[in-house]
C-alpha cells in the first residue's frame, strides 16, 4: 500500500535560515565636519557687541565705584524718578506701537490683492526694510529740518496759511515729540512682519466660506481676524521692544531733561552719581533688560500659535 503525497510545504524549506534574512546595514560612521567654523564669525560678533557690554553693564549696577558689592543701585528702581521714566518709555512705546500695527496692518491687506512679484509689492517690501532701519540722528534731523522751529514745513505754515505748529509750546523737543518720529519706523516695521501672515490666508478658505452661505465680513469675523490675531499681537509686541529700547533719536531729539529710561542712562553715564548713587545706569540696565526680555518671551510664545497657520 503507497503512502499518500505529502501536502503542503516542508517545514523545513518554509523556515528561513540566517542566510535568508535581510542583514542590517551597518552604521554610518559620522564624519568630522568643520561646517561649524563658519559660525565663528557671528559667535564672536555676538560674543563681544552683545553678551559682554550686556554683562557688564548690568553687572556694573551691583557694585559701587570702589568695587564693593552694594544693593542700593537696584534699589534705586523704586524711586519715583526712575519708575515715571518707565512709565513714559512703556507709555511712549504702547503708543507707537498700536499706532504702527494699526497702520502698518492696513497697508499690508492694501497691498494683499497685488501681485507678489509685481512692481508694487517689490517697491513697498524695499521701501519697508530700508525705512525700518532709518532711526537714529538722520531721522532726527529730517524732522528737525522738516517741521522743527525753522522747519520748511513749519515757516510753510506760518508764512502761507498763518498756522503755527508751535504756538502750545516747543512740543517737538519734548517727550510727544518723540511720537511722529518713532511711528515713523514703526510702521515699515509692522509691515516686514505682518505681511507673511497675512500672506498665509488660503483662498480655500474664503470658497469655503462663500459655499456655507457666509459673507466677506463673515469670513474676517470668523476666520480672517482669528487667525490673524496671535500674528498681530506678536508684531505689536516686536514694535514695543523696538520702541521701548530706541535710544538714538530721543537722544539727538529730547537733548533736554531724561523723560525715558534710555536717556536716564545716558544721563547716569555721563554725572555718575544720578539721585545720589554711583553706577546707577546698570541698574537702569538691567530694569530694561527684564522688561524687554519678558516682552520677547510672550512675543515667542505668541509666534509660535501664530505660526500653525502659516505652514
Do not use: H
Not at 508694487?120 to 529740518?145: H, K, N, Y
Not at 517737538?172 to 511720537?179: A, H, I, N
Not at 497675512?198 to 481676524?225: D, H, M
Amino acid at each position: 500500500m503507497t503512502s499518500s503525497p505529502t501536502v503542503g510545504v516542508d517545514a523545513e524549506a518554509s523556515t528561513p535560515t540566517p542566510s535568508s534574512t535581510p542583514a542590517r546595514p551597518a552604521r554610518a560612521r559620522r564624519s568630522f565636519s568643520w561646517a561649524w567654523l563658519g559660525l565663528t564669525p557671528f559667535a564672536a560678533y555676538v560674543l563681544l557687541f552683545l553678551a559682554l557690554p550686556t554683562v557688564l553693564a548690568v553687572g556694573s549696577g551691583f557694585f559701587t565705584k570702589s568695587g564693593e558689592f552694594t544693593w542700593s543701585n537696584v534699589a534705586a528702581l523704586g524711586d519715583p524718578l526712575v519708575l515715571a521714566g518707565f512709565a513714559n518709555s512703556a507709555g511712549l512705546s504702547l503708543v507707537t506701537a498700536l499706532v504702527g500695527a494699526i497702520a502698518g496692518a492696513l497697508v499690508c491687506y492694501a497691498l494683499l490683492g497685488t501681485n507678489p512679484e509685481g512692481a508694487l509689492r517689490s517697491s513697498v517690501d524695499a521701501a519697508a526694510g530700508v525705512l525700518a532701519q532709518f532711526g537714529g540722528v538722520m531721522l532726527a534731523f529730517a524732522f528737525i529740518a522738516t517741521i522743527g522751529i525753522q522747519g520748511v514745513v513749519t515757516l510753510l505754515l506760518r508764512d502761507t496759511f498763518g498756522i503755527d505748529i508751535f504756538a502750545g509750546g516747543v512740543w517737538l523737543y519734548e517727550l510727544p515729540g518723540l511720537v511722529l518720529p518713532y511711528i515713523y519706523f514703526q510702521i515699515p516695521l509692522m509691515v516686514i512682519t505682518f505681511m507673511p501672515a497675512l500672506s498665509a490666508l488660503k483662498p480655500q478658505w474664503a470658497e469655503a466660506n462663500l459655499t456655507l452661505g457666509g459673507t466677506r465680513a463673515s469670513f474676517w469675523a470668523r476666520i480672517g481676524v482669528p487667525v490673524l490675531a496671535p500674528a498681530f499681537i506678536a508684531s505689536l509686541l516686536l514694535l514695543f521692544a523696538n520702541a521701548f529700547s530706541s535710544y538714538a533719536t530721543a537722544a539727538a531729539l529730547a537733548s533736554q531733561g531724561s523723560q525715558i529710561v534710555p536717556l536716564q542712562i545716558r544721563a547716569a553715564l555721563t554725572s555718575e552719581t544720578v539721585l545720589g548713587r554711583e553706577n546707577l545706569a546698570g541698574a537702569l540696565a538691567l530694569g530694561m533688560i527684564v522688561v524687554v526680555g519678558l516682552v520677547m518671551a510672550l512675543y515667542s510664545l505668541v509666534q509660535r500659535r501664530a505660526a500653525r497657520w502659516q505652514a
